[in-house]
């Protein structure tokens, strides 16, 4: 099915999040939609999928104009949306969330549990996608929930299915899975709409590149097109891709583990007999596939998990027992790898997010009443700093696109008085521009002599930035190996191989 989107505006108040967008996505075709934060593309797709209505434009399929007043309407013409987080009700079966996306008329006229399970069969075989009906849903890995929920769109014959960051949750081994994933569908005649920040999967499966900056359509990219090409599109100047730095100069070990364990609800080992040093002015960076003990390992750290063993010290003074607000006030700046679960509040603004987790909001609050004058400075000097990209500093920060919000946890925790920072996923979602702005600045926490952990999924960003190289496998450290480690000897020990074997 043709999909045409033709001058869509979409406003909010003052702000013009679409400007005039004009889009065409043939059957059969893989358009890519780039663009830096903030550039409409989610709300641009919002629009299309029924959740909010255009102020201007029409939408066309297969050249009909259509109206689209919910998401049902939307589906109900063909169009399917794969969100990044999952819609999907966890303690379901994969054939109960599937039935569940369809009205009572569906699966001949009343809700079949065993048609369910015969479509989602038909479906999966068909693609290739292992998916067991009867699987409960929470059990599964991420990537696999993801091919449920295209699953349910497409037991719902959609034609035009949107993809919008559907690879930041993934690992690359299931975002290569996806990439074949999605060109099946496309060889099938599927419309694909993808929106992604990662240039690599651009080029490698877009048909088309469509550009938009600030609102408005700015430009179409070939797919053999360069990554810095394509970055130098979407912000609108050249950007420096991998960060240039200088050889690391450590001083004294900051931060000391001393054979940690952490035990999870169930009573596992998640964690196991973890140890090792971060000096002052280096990077070390945690690499791994996701779900190794990476998440539990920062959280103990940061005295989020209630059942740990072994020791934590930074510059000598013990962080093992103490509350996540004193390792805070220790001057740690964490940036956690959900910023929607635990690194925002929603409905605060953006000034007032800036300022969490300060203690007794220092030095915004003088005799006890805040200095909301103070706290502005700060918050439009750190707007500009992070180029985060809102209204004012007085917007609520559920309001920012998904990599504006990314950004206010960095601005927050990197502007602390900092004795070590932990980030995990820190670019996650966020433009090859902002990219750029936040290794620098990472670079530049080194430099000043502060030890950093950087906690990434993303070997690109763990190449760049790392000074030494920890992976860890099944909740242990497999081996701490020099930065410049070939990719091919970091992909072994993240499948669980020790550095002298894979040498071996
Ligand atoms: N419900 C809303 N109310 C007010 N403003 C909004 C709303 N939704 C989005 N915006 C604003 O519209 C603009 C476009 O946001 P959108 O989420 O479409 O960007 P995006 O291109 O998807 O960015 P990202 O790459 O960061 O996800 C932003 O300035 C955002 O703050």
Redesign the pocket.
């Known amino acids: 099915m043709q999909l045409e989107l033709r001058g869509i505006t979409k406003r909010?108040?003052a702000?013009t999040?679409n400007d005039h967008i004009d889009l065409v996505v043939a059957p059969g075709e893989i358009h890519c939609l780039l663009?830096?934060?903030?550039?409409?593309?989610?709300?641009?797709m919002?629009v299309l999928y029924g959740l909010y209505q255009a102020d201007d434009g029409e939408i066309l399929l297969d050249g009909i104009v259509q109206h689209f007043e919910g998401p049902g309407d939307a589906m109900r013409s063909g169009i399917g949306m794969v969100h990044q987080h999952f819609m999907l009700i966890p303690v379901f079966t994969v054939a109960e969330n599937v039935m569940l996306g369809h009205e009572q008329t569906s699966f001949g006229g009343r809700l079949d549990l065993d048609a369910a399970r015969k479509r989602v069969r038909e479906i999966s075989d068909r693609f290739g996608f292992s998916v067991d009906p009867d699987a409960i849903v929470g059990d599964l890995p991420v990537g696999v929930q993801q091919r449920v929920e295209i699953i349910k769109a497409l037991s719902r014959d959609a034609k035009v299915l949107v993809f919008?960051?559907p690879t930041a949750v993934l690992t690359p081994q299931e975002t290569d899975e996806l990439m074949t994933i999605m060109r099946q569908l496309r060889d099938e005649g599927t419309s694909i709409v993808f929106?992604t920040?990662k240039l690599r999967e651009v080029r490698e499966v877009a048909d088309r590149i469509t550009v938009?900056r600030l609102?408005k359509v700015v430009g179409e990219a070939a797919p053999t097109a360069s990554n810095s090409e394509l970055a130098a599109l979407m912000v609108g100047r050249a950007v420096e891709l991998v960060v240039q730095k200088d050889v690391a100069r450590p001083g004294a070990p900051a931060l000391v583990v001393e054979n940690l364990d952490v035990i999870d609800a169930n009573g596992l080992k998640v964690v196991n007999d973890v140890s090792f040093a971060v000096h002052e002015g280096e990077i070390l960076a945690i690499a791994g596939v996701q779900g190794n003990g990476q998440t539990e390992l920062t959280e103990a750290i940061m005295g989020l998990q209630p059942r740990v063993n072994g020791r934590v010290s930074l510059g000598g003074q013990a962080l093992t027992g103490l509350s996540v607000r004193r390792v805070l006030d220790a001057g740690v700046g964490f940036v956690p790898e959900d910023r929607t679960e635990d690194g925002l509040v929603a409905e605060m603004t953006i000034a007032e997010n800036l300022m969490l987790d300060r203690s007794h909001g220092a030095p915004f609050v003088a005799r006890g009443s805040l200095r909301r004058d103070h706290l502005d400075d700060f918050a439009e000097d750190k707007k500009k700093e992070f180029d985060i990209?809102?209204?004012s500093v007085s917007?609520p920060a559920g309001?920012?696109?998904?990599?504006?919000q990314q950004k206010v946890v960095l601005a927050r925790e990197m502007s602390r008085d900092l004795k070590l920072l932990i980030a995990a996923q820190p670019t996650r979602?966020?433009?090859v521009g902002s990219i750029e702005f936040v290794h620098k600045r990472m670079v530049e926490t080194r430099d000043a002599g502060i030890p950093v952990i950087v906690v990434s999924t993303e070997l690109d960003e763990v190449v760049a930035l790392a000074d030494r190289i920890a992976v860890m496998y099944r909740g242990s450290i497999v081996g701490i190996v020099p930065g410049d480690t070939p990719r091919d000897v970091l992909g072994l020990m993240m499948a669980g191989e020790r550095p002298a074997e894979v040498a071996a």
């Open positions: 909010f108040g702000l999040a663009g830096e934060n903030g550039a409409g593309k989610s709300t641009l919002n919008d960051e929106i920040h938009i609102g990209r809102a209204q917007t309001r920012l696109s998904g990599g504006n979602g966020i433009d």
